[in-house]
């Protein structure tokens, strides 16, 4: 894994559709998650690809080897098989696509407090200090990136506004865009299925592929689950994990009933969906759910589709 002759150049022409599930072990399954993973199945099996399980495990303090078998497991019960399973983040070396950027890096002593202070986005103080030590950040090119997403269509999307990308924190933990794309590249990943709240990130992403030399991946983003006021799901829809309606006696069918008309997909079960798979019809989103724990916040159409759903 170390020799960059290790590193493999991808031509996508003659390389069969791969995809990959790639979950973070750091918390239950729930359906958000599996809007997701079931877009990236329904992509990569509607080809004829195959399916990588790669398990995002970077940041340690997060992980937990635990929840694991859980989402394996998970991903299982509703069908969301894969072929092969790929080394772990934290089983690989990213040195050789580090060393592979040091032309675009450079290392930053900025604290986050002081880039908050600044407004939040990092405005490129260290670029040309010539820093021996700290923060490893990518240099970004100036320019709007346009890119396809196969539900989403054409973006545009300077990477500009979210500053130039960490690569590795300087405690050495490597940042999720390093990882991502490198496990991508090395995994020889054609297509990258998963949810919209990546979908701007893309933009950067690509960077870091042109950076590379080596050809991107096709994108789609699948829409997000979202609590009430559009916040992210939380603790507090725990009753979403799938665990927790395998537990109240919800089957796989069940879940595809209710998810694949979330996604915009037509057919009432996994089967059905991968005979009639459309990317470019699958909803953009979010889907709104109410916070199960709270009355008071009044309810959008979808979140009574799922109280209905819920209903024994
Ligand atoms: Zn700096």
């Not at 020799?3 to 069969?16: C, G, K, L, T, Y």
């Not at 599930?21 to 729930?30: E, F, I, R, Y």
Request: glycine share 8%; net charge neutral; aromatic share 8%.
């Amino acid at each position: 894994m170390s020799a960059s002759s290790d590193v493999p150049f991808r031509e996508h022409q003659s390389m069969q559709v791969t995809g990959r599930l790639a979950p973070t072990p750091s918390g239950q399954l729930h359906l958000g998650n599996i809007c997701a993973f079931a877009a990236a199945w329904l992509s990569a099996r509607s080809q004829q690809g195959r399916l990588l399980l790669r398990i995002e495990d970077l940041d340690t303090t997060r992980a937990r080897p635990a929840v694991e078998a859980d989402q394996r497991h998970d991903l299982e019960w509703l069908g969301l098989t894969w072929d092969v399973e790929t080394p772990r983040q934290q089983a690989r070396d990213y040195e050789v696509v580090r060393e592979r950027l040091s032309d675009r890096t450079y290392f930053c002593r900025c604290t986050r407090a002081q880039i908050r202070a600044g407004g939040g986005t990092y405005p490129g103080t260290c670029r040309d200090l010539g820093l021996t030590a700290g923060t490893l950040r990518f240099r970004l090119p100036p320019g709007a990136v346009a890119f396809r997403d196969r539900c989403w269509g054409e973006r545009r999307i300077d990477p500009g506004r979210f500053g130039d990308p960490v690569l590795q924190r300087r405690d050495g933990i490597y940042s999720y865009n390093l990882a991502v794309v490198a496990d991508d590249w090395r995994d020889r990943v054609t297509e990258v299925v998963r949810g919209a709240d990546l979908l701007d990130f893309t933009a950067v992403q690509m960077r870091l592929w042109e950076a590379l030399g080596a050809p991107p991946p096709t994108w789609l983003h699948a829409p997000l689950v979202v609590g009430a006021n559009g916040c992210k799901l939380s603790k507090s829809h725990n009753g979403l994990a799938i665990a927790a309606l395998r537990a109240a006696g919800w089957e796989p069918a069940r879940v595809w009933q209710l998810i694949l008309p979330w996604l915009g997909l037509a057919g009432e079960s996994l089967a059905d969906a991968l005979e009639l798979f459309q990317p470019e019809q699958m909803r953009r989103g979010p889907i709104v759910l109410v916070d199960l724990v709270d009355d008071r916040v009044p309810a959008p159409q979808e979140d009574m589709r799922w109280r209905d759903a819920l209903a024994p």
